[in-house]
């Protein structure tokens, strides 16, 4: 045959939306399952029209399922941004969306058997080397897709599936906070200087102070997008934070190196705006605004990592994330966060004094639902 077929799974989990692959059915050569899964989504290509990417950050991505590695996991799961317009996977962090689809996804394949009406599945990110904690809707042994949850950023109503990342502190750093400190000063090229805070956990980040690079957080996505400096100081912080992190060697090729990790979002106080529906959202629905990007683009939604890094992060004295939030609001046990799509709700517990905090919960719920299961087809050249 002229084309190889390769057998795989397409799943939304939360806002994104991604490609599932069993490890035993891809080659064990790490480059050549890079090659497939790249020829698999279309990617190097801005349109991705020769394969199943959308061309869109929040619609590249794969994830990759395997027999568990540790005894007190369920599942194994790797995760991988697909590069767009660029010839790589990125695998150094995990996205929070994608997770959630895993335990489903793992049900449904008979890799964790279920037992109704919920199934926890325990879930280790290979990436970060960390547990994710997943109770999943089940019905008739098969995951339970319907129900009257809704989340922001995606239509209609789904199954409530609890994620909880508390065992997600020092997914990439190995600390929850890296540096050792709430904030930190980063020294930009041309030697401006912002306050910023480095928090990791589910991912790591740097949180900016919106107003620092003359915004609000109420800005469109499409003004967002229009701006003629905002993206490009993101990033530029963002490969800043990465050579400081350890993340990448040189700042100055990060975004080839690293594009995934580390994320950067800004935060500001709540205020009202509209979300990229068009649906009012008012001041008092939020605790904090938020804006980030992905793979150099801005986010129409809030990452799920994101949305549980910043709610530990705003349990953390002193932190750009603590202090954007009204005193009044600072210890509920769930962190409302605004973002272009709506609000995101968090429930977080963190523990503990400057010096050691410990992540007690960090809880987050998602909808998910399988799209499409059967064979992606790539030319046979490109697996040879």
């Known amino acids: 045959m002229s084309q190889t077929k390769i057998p795989c799974v397409i799943m939304r989990g939360g806002t994104s939306k991604g490609v599932f692959f069993k490890e035993a059915e891809l080659p064990p050569d790490p480059q050549r399952r890079e090659q497939i899964i790249l020829a698999v989504f279309g990617s190097p290509d801005a349109r991705q029209i020769d394969g199943l990417g959308g061309a869109d950050p929040l619609t590249s991505k794969a994830a990759i399922i395997g027999t568990p590695s540790r005894p007190d996991a369920d599942v194994d799961y790797t995760f991988g941004y697909v590069g767009i317009t660029q010839a790589s996977v990125d695998w150094k962090g995990n996205c929070g969306n994608i997770s959630s689809a895993v335990g489903p996804y793992a049900i449904d394949e008979g890799i ?20 994710l904690i997943a109770d999943v809707p089940t019905a008739g042994g098969r995951f339970q897709p319907e ?22 502190a020092g997914s990439v750093t190995g600390r929850l ?13 041309g030697g401006r200087t912002l306050t910023v805070s480095f ?5 790591p980040f740097v949180f900016v102070r919106a107003a620092d690079l003359g915004l609000t957080n ?39 190196d690293s594009p995934g990790v580390p994320k950067v979002a800004l935060v500001a106080p709540p205020q009202a705006f509209t979300a990229f529906s068009g649906k009012p959202v008012a001041a008092g629905e939020s605790h904090i605004l938020t804006r980030m990007t992905s793979l150099q683009k801005p986010h129409k939604a809030f990452a799920t990592t994101g949305g549980v890094c910043l709610a530990v992060a705003a349990r953390i ?13 600072r210890g509920a ?33 998602r909808t998910a639902r399988r799209l499409m299961d059967g064979f992606a087809y790539i ?6």
């Open 379 to 384: 030319p046979a050249s490109l697996v040879s």
């Open 112 to 131: 964790v058997k279920a037992t109704d009406p919920v199934t926890t599945v325990r879930i280790h990110n290979t990436n970060t080397k960390k547990l």
């Open 218 to 256: 109420t800005e469109s996505v499409d003004a967002w997008t229009a701006h003629p400096t905002a993206l490009k100081v993101m990033e530029e912080i963002r490969c800043a934070a990465a050579e400081v992190l350890g993340i990448a060697k040189d700042r100055r090729t990060a975004s080839k």
């Open 199 to 203: 928090v990791d956990c589910s991912n």
């Open 317 to 329: 004295p002193g932190t750009v994330v603590h202090d954007a939030i009204p005193p009044a609001v």
């Open 333 to 365: 046990d769930t962190l409302h966060i605004g973002h272009p799509s709506g609000v995101m709700a968090v429930e977080v517990l963190v523990e503990g004094a400057e010096g050691g905090f410990a992540v007690r919960r960090a809880a987050i719920g």
């Open 147 to 168: 129900g009257d949850y809704a989340i922001s950023g995606c239509p209609g109503t789904g199954a409530k599936i609890l994620l909880d990342f508390r065992a997600t």
């Open 177 to 189: 906070l890296p540096t050792g400190r709430a904030t930190d000063t980063l020294t930009l090229d």
